[in-house]
């Protein structure tokens, strides 16, 4: 699969698509390590696949091949500063170090992305103060090297390193966002990952099935991309767009009073660093006027997909066996409870498998805000909830 991969390197299509079938069939891929990746994708000692650092954007060929060298030469780089001072800074440029913040090639060093690009004002970033260190490292030894008292001298007086001052680190959208940027596609995660519950209560299927369902209004959810606007022969604006989930995309347009209800929705200026937010879509497969046997596909509703838990949900329901019911459980479930207070309907719903019996209950003294709640309960490894 490495091998597939490597194969396939310059098509970012293939390259998600055998990443998925890897996966389905047990083997992880992960993403690029300065410790671990090589040019080209690779196996660790693990029995994991490695993404290969020369299919990060802005990671040259040489740079790659430098750094892998002096790793396999020397041993696995400690730090970012261990790294600024052992690299070749005029192969390894500042871009370099930018695409493999990005990318994630550093999380092993056990700094969050954000800090290797973004700092406090009047401070510098990480990357610059590594690239600093590292430039004074090379330049002191090059200095000794032609000194009277030879290469003996250098590094007798350690310079100290510099603070790092810690911020929030990125929420996870806005890293899988510049992870995609310099990768091409997600790679540690996907931005619908947020949002497993609304997709498993709220839509009618993924967007695989779109074309199958003609004639019937369902409910989808995906991410914008390549939003365009343009215009019609006789004027009229209009704007296509792409909506992807995991495993498709569809190219819906907007046309007069759709255009003017959702294009601006849909615009990315309209939003931070023009990233539209994932969206939930009711649509139907309709019949164009005067034909038997051609559709189009209508956008009847679209809102973020955020808002639709707090608009839709009436509350959760939590499935609790009687066979397994301690209290240690009941003690997490009143944790969760006390943690997640909102105004939202908390059911429990009792049952007995082998019986066939289901008892339904709620509470009449607690109300809770249901993400909120769920996630406090996952936390607590009880998976036993759902949206209602």
């Known amino acids: ?118 700092a406090p004002a009047g401070d510098q970033n990480l990357i610059e103060k590594a690239m600093k260190v590292g430039q004074q490292h090379a330049a002191a030894k090059e200095s000794a090297q032609h000194s009277l008292f030879g290469a003996g001298a250098f590094g007798a007086v350690a310079a100290p390193m510099p603070k790092i001052h810690e911020m929030e680190p990125w929420s996870k959208t806005e890293q899988l966002r510049r992870e995609k940027e310099v990768v091409g ?27 199958e369902i003609k004639n019937k209004e369902i409910t989808v959810a995906g991410l914008i991309n390549n939003v365009l606007f343009k215009t019609t022969k006789t ?35 309209n939003y931070p660093n023009e990233q539209v937010p994932p969206m939930y879509v009711k649509l139907k497969q309709e019949l164009r006027r005067h034909t038997q046997d051609q559709w189009d596909l209508r956008i009847l509703t679209m809102e973020p997909l955020a808002d639709v838990a707090e608009k839709r949900s009436k ?30 309907r908390l059911e429990i719903q009792f049952v007995e498998p082998h019986e066939h ?17 769920i996630e406090k309960m996952r936390e607590l490894d009880m998976e036993v909830c759902t949206l209602i």
Do not use: W
């Open 235 to 269: 004027g009229q604006p209009f704007c296509t767009f792409t909506l992807e989930d995991y495993e498709t995309s569809i190219n819906p347009a907007l046309f007069r009073d759709d255009y003017t209800k959702f294009a601006p929705l849909i615009n990315p200026r």
């Open 357 to 373: 019996l289901a008892v339904d209950m709620f509470s009449r003294r607690f109300q809770i805000e249901p993400k909120t709640f």
């Open 1 to 118: 699969m490495a091998a597939v991969l490597t194969n396939n390197m310059g098509d970012i299509k293939k390259v998600t698509f055998f990443i998925e079938e890897a996966r389905k069939q047990g083997v992880p891929v992960l993403g690029p390590d300065v410790n671990e990746s090589l040019l080209k994708f690779n196996v660790n000692q693990e029995g994991a696949i490695r993404f290969g650092m020369g299919a990060v954007k802005g990671a040259g060929e040489l740079a790659v091949e430098s750094m892998v060298q002096e790793r396999e030469s020397s041993g696995n780089y400690s730090d970012i500063f261990d790294f600024a001072k052992r690299v070749n800074l005029r192969t390894v440029n500042k871009k370099t170090f930018e695409s493999l913040a990005q990318a994630g090639a550093f999380d092993g060093f056990d700094k969050h992305r954000r800090l290797y690009l973004d």
């Open 315 to 344: 509350g959760v329901r939590v499935r609790l066996d009687l066979r397994t019911v301690t209290a240690p459980m009941l003690d997490r479930l009143e944790e969760a409870i006390e943690h997640a207070p909102g105004s939202k």
């Open 185 to 211: 596609f997600y790679l540690s995660g996907h931005p619908l990952d947020a949002f497993k519950l609304e997709l498993d209560a709220y839509c009618t299927c993924g967007l695989e099935k779109v074309d």
